[in-house]
């Protein structure tokens, strides 16, 4: 064998081997069927107290308060609702995995683009001493332009983005859940009320039977009573119907199954209490509070979302003017020619005269400005709309003292009266009637004014946000969740 078949076997066998190093050190692909059987038995068998197994929830779902020890046993207050909420609810895990990805991608942004390997062997067909010609090359781009640390940037700033999007659902979330647990709650007050004014009219029914027999009350007076009865029946069965609609529903938000074994402990509508440190920056009169919207720019989940959403609009910019840049592509090598050994070393850059990544740039920009105005647009919205849940919760407000000093002493005023004269003998059946039906009306209806005036105050709450100076931010996916997308969260 002469010198050039040696010379072009030992390039073949060293490509080779750069070949062999390459490929053992690429990942291999793995399969994991969708198994949606099993997903489904572990779901209907979950329960609260099963959020304790992992008991590494997310920061804001470990810091709630009033979860203290966990114990579920004697069923389940809001906040513990909360904190399995933040473990197990469906919208949060998926955020939480989407986060994940992102974090996958800032991990491994920035590299360098890996080397090749060339070889270039010819014959040539005229009969001369040496008719092989051969030349062996190694590709390297050098990153010259800076675009690998616009690219990690950028890479980071889309992780920001994802997290800010998994603190703003969890928020929405604990706010869902305060609102559903304020329904349920007025529902089991009202089935309460309802439950009294049926067990009442049950127990007034045979009097008024017994009159009616006697003779002592017209069959249409007796009628109505035993109408208001009836409704009455009607109205419990659908305030029965709709609290366990609502449960549902909360129990959908825990990320539990409708048959999951959990008892709901009702709250005293509670949700508005967090607003006495917001108390102060409510402006007493109409119109906006300084205070309050420099508490809504510091604070807002959503317009901290717009404004990682804007940042990551910069850092894609940047990255877009980077790549009209050029790299600097080095090929050093071997090569032999008419006997000769050579050292090659080929440089090339392409040169940004006609393509120059106009577009990417245009694009890029134009993202930005959008960024801008979808943040601008959203401290917009947030104004208006904390201006009319201030002006819900101030109706709310009003109305429940009204109802409150004046509306229910009268009710209960002329209640008592008709009780003294049905004592004395002097029953007038059709007061009696609407003494009782009005009294259960404004027993339901401030029922409703304090769910108004606790949803409202929940709605403010939920626009400004938390204090992110005591909460933490929320946890990023886990590296399971990462590794294994089929795994339930568990942040």
């Known amino acids: 064998m002469n010198r050039s078949a040696r010379t072009f076997t030992a390039l073949i066998l060293v490509a080779l081997a750069g070949l062999v190093v390459g490929l053992s050190a690429c990942q291999r692909y793995e399969p994991r069927p969708l198994d949606l059987s099993s997903h489904a038995a572990t779901f209907i068998l979950r329960t609260p107290d099963s959020a304790l197994e992992g008991r590494a929830m997310s920061p804001s779902a470990s810091g709630s308060a009033g979860v203290g020890d966990f114990d579920v046993s004697d069923g389940l207050v809001l906040a513990q609702a909360e904190a399995v909420a933040m473990v197990f609810n469906a919208d949060l895990r998926i955020a939480r995995l989407r986060a994940g990805v992102a974090a996958a991608s800032a991990a491994n942004a920035g590299l360098w683009a890996d080397p090749s390997i060339g070889v270039d062997l010819t014959r040539i067909v005229q009969n001369v001493a040496e008719p092989w010609k ?126 999951a074994d959990a008892t709901l402990i009702p709250s005293s509508f509670g949700g508005h209490a967090s607003l006495a440190s917001l108390s102060s920056a409510i402006p007493d009169g109409d119109g906006g509070s300084p205070v309050l919207h420099e508490e809504l720019m510091r604070r807002s989940p959503r317009l901290r979302v717009a404004g990682a959403e804007y940042e990551s609009a910069e850092r894609s910019l940047a990255h877009e003017i980077r790549g009209q840049y050029p790299d600097l592509h080095v090929g050093p090598g071997y090569g032999r020619e008419d006997g000769n050994d050579q050292v090659l070393l080929g440089v090339s850059m392409p040169l940004p005269l006609w393509n120059a990544n106009r577009r990417g740039i245009a694009e890029a920009s134009a993202k930005r400005e ?65 003494s009782l039906t009005r009294r259960r009306t404004v027993a339901l209806r401030l029922i409703d004014a304090r769910r108004e005036e606790a949803v409202a105050a929940i709605d403010i709450e939920e626009l400004v946000g938390p204090d992110w100076a005591e909460s933490k931010e929320p946890a990023a996916v886990p590296a399971a969740d990462a590794a294994e997308p089929g795994r339930e969260s568990r942040p």
């Open 134 to 259: 051969l030349a062996s090359t190694v590709g390297i781009t050098l990153p010259i332009s800076g675009r690998l640390e616009a690219e990690k940037a950028l890479a980071e700033a889309d992780r920001h983005t994802e997290l800010a999007r998994v603190a703003e659902r969890e928020w929405a979330v604990r706010m869902d859940m305060r609102r559903a647990w304020c329904e349920w709650s007025a529902l089991q007050e009202q089935r309460e009320v309802t439950a009294r004014f049926v067990q009442r009219m049950d127990d007034l029914m045979k009097v008024i039977d017994l009159m009616e027999r006697a003779g002592e009350m017209p069959r249409t007076e007796a009628r109505l009573f035993r109408i208001e009865s009836t409704s009455a029946r009607g109205d419990l069965a659908s305030l029965e119907a709709q609290a366990k609609l609502v449960r549902g529903r909360i129990l959908r938000l825990m990320g539990l199954s409708p048959m």
């Open 370 to 434: 959008l960024a801008r105005a979808n943040a601008e647009s959203t401290l917009e919205a947030l104004i208006a709309e904390i201006d009319a849940a201030i002006t819900r919760w101030r109706a709310a407000q009003t109305q429940l003292e009204i109802l409150v000093n004046e509306v229910a002493p009268m009710v209960e005023a002329q209640d008592a009266d008709a009780r003294r004269l049905a004592e004395l003998g002097e029953v007038n059946t059709l007061v009696l009637l609407e």
